[in-house]
């Protein structure tokens, strides 16, 4: 049972969300996304893809754009078509782990050992990796290569897998940094707690209870004539491709559709609740969407599962995925009651950021006066300590070859009072907190118990290690 400040502080939220919140003209709705969708697919040669908005526990925009399939000229249809979440996947994950919060099963701030039965997390620095250190991506595990097979034969059981691959490269806590070995990791603790396979415990836990009767991991042989088409592009030419398939399949390897995606939007934005059923305690729930980590205090970082953002000056959560032939991205406004959920084809491309966007600027602008910063020259050599090369933090560390390519990025200090990174100039209005000169982005800096530099942050997934 909720404490009882606790739970009259959520239902004044709630109240306070409910009544603040703008709601949005469907007509106009469908009159931005339509607009956006159109040109987007034309100008990136993008077949085809979908867009769910719910608000107030109701559906008020699906929609279907283009083919589902080119070769059959299926539409990508609103009701039927099905595709592939990627990372989205780890929003269910992180879900379902909470869900054994709530029954007391597992205790979040607990060494993640005292549950694992089928790996063991290495004694590689004297704090030990806590549950809530696997959700907020925190864990300090590395991303080895190796997670993607090329045919069902391949797959063998999450906990052999992770068996051998559990590096530590961080102590837990230290940096965030998107973490598909923790999240997988979440989902062997959540197999041996349960005692269930993963699959089987988010359907009869998640999918089920939630009306999703289309979600698998596993796509039924009466689904499969509903599959969207995988497609790259080379060139100007688009191409099939097989379904990608991951040893990791709480990370990465769920399919559903918009009324499915729609169904767990609304019980998340509800608190966990959909209709009279309820799948997380508002506490639990509450949990969830709070931030619970960042590289520094003015900048976006991770709730429990959830990326953050405050694009527009909006308290946001959301997920994106990518997959090979297809992107997606999951985002909620839990103040304005609103979710939005867009899928298209074309792995790493920026469509669905459009829609968001689009979205975001017609009924939710905003309103809060540009600041453009001034840089002062005397800054210049003050500056010389955030000079250096920086990488993805999602890159191999103990790997000599195969990790996953990442970029470097130079960081440079100015004689104007000026940093220069990203093919910008940004100016420090903080301590480590940077506006870029136009005064549209930000980014913060990390750094260590002796003063060092050791990270860039421009939210979230958007970490930059440093390493020279």
């Not at 469908?30 to 990136?44: I, K, N, P």
């Not at 973490?179 to 993963?198: I, R």
Request: charged letters at 20%; aromatic letters at 8%.
């Amino acid at each position: 049972m909720l404490p009882r400040l606790l739970a009259v502080t959520l239902s004044l939220l709630s109240a306070t969300s409910q009544a603040r919140a703008q709601t949005v003209d469907s007509a106009a709705l469908a009159t931005v996304v339509d607009s956006v969708f159109a040109a987007g697919l034309r100008r990136g040669g993008i077949p085809g893809g979908a867009v769910v908005v719910v608000q107030h526990g109701r559906v008020i925009l699906a929609k279907g754009y283009g083919k589902a399939d080119v070769a059959s000229g299926r539409p990508f249809d609103a009701d039927r078509t099905i595709f592939p979440i990627a990372s989205i996947s780890k929003v269910f994950t992180a879900t379902a782990v909470m869900q054994l919060v709530d029954r007391g099963r597992v205790d979040l701030a607990a060494d993640v050992n005292r549950y694992l039965t089928s790996a063991r997390v290495p004694a590689t620095y004297p704090e030990p990796i806590t549950v809530t250190h696997l959700l907020d991506h925190t864990s300090g595990l590395d991303e080895l290569p190796g997670r993607r097979v090329r045919s069902a034969s391949e797959l063998v059981p999450l906990g052999r897998f992770l068996k051998e691959r559990l590096v530590r490269v961080h102590p837990p806590g230290d940096l965030t940094s998107y973490s598909s070995y923790g999240m997988a990791l979440a989902g062997l603790l959540l197999e041996d707690v349960s005692g269930e396979p993963y699959e089987t415990y988010v359907r009869r836990h998640v999918w089920q209870p939630l009306g999703m009767t289309h979600t698998s991991i596993s796509v039924p042989v009466a689904d499969r004539g509903d599959l969207a088409a995988p497609y790259e592009s080379e060139g100007d030419t688009l191409v099939p491709i097989p379904y990608e398939l991951y040893q990791t399949p709480p990370t990465s390897s769920i399919v559903s559709t918009l009324p499915d995606m729609a169904r767990f939007m609304i019980a998340h934005l509800q608190h966990g609740r959909l209709g009279d059923t309820r799948i997380l305690s508002e506490r639990a729930a509450a949990r969830m969407q709070g931030q619970a980590a960042t590289m520094h205090p003015r900048i976006p970082g991770w709730a429990l599962g959830f990326q953050v953002d405050d694009a527009n000056g909006l308290r946001i959560i959301e997920h994106g995925g990518d997959i090979g032939g297809f992107s997606a991205l999951m985002t909620l406004l839990p103040d304005e009651d609103i979710g939005i959920f867009v899928v298209h084809h074309l792995e790493g491309t920026n469509l669905r950021f459009d829609v968001k966007r689009a979205i975001l600027d017609r009924f939710f602008a905003d309103r809060r006066p540009l600041a453009i910063p001034t840089p002062h020259p005397e800054d210049a050599p003050r500056l010389e300590r955030f000079a250096g090369t920086y990488r993805a933090s999602t890159f191999c560390h103990t790997c000599t070859v195969g990790g996953v390519p990442v970029q470097d990025f130079e960081v440079s200090a100015n004689p104007d009072g000026t940093i220069s990174v990203w093919d910008a100039r940004w100016v420090e209005v903080s301590p480590r907190y940077f506006v870029r000169t136009d005064g549209r982005a930000r980014l913060g800096f990390a750094e260590d118990g002796h003063g060092r530099i050791v990270a860039l942050t421009a939210g979230s997934w958007r970490v930059l290690e440093r390493v020279r």
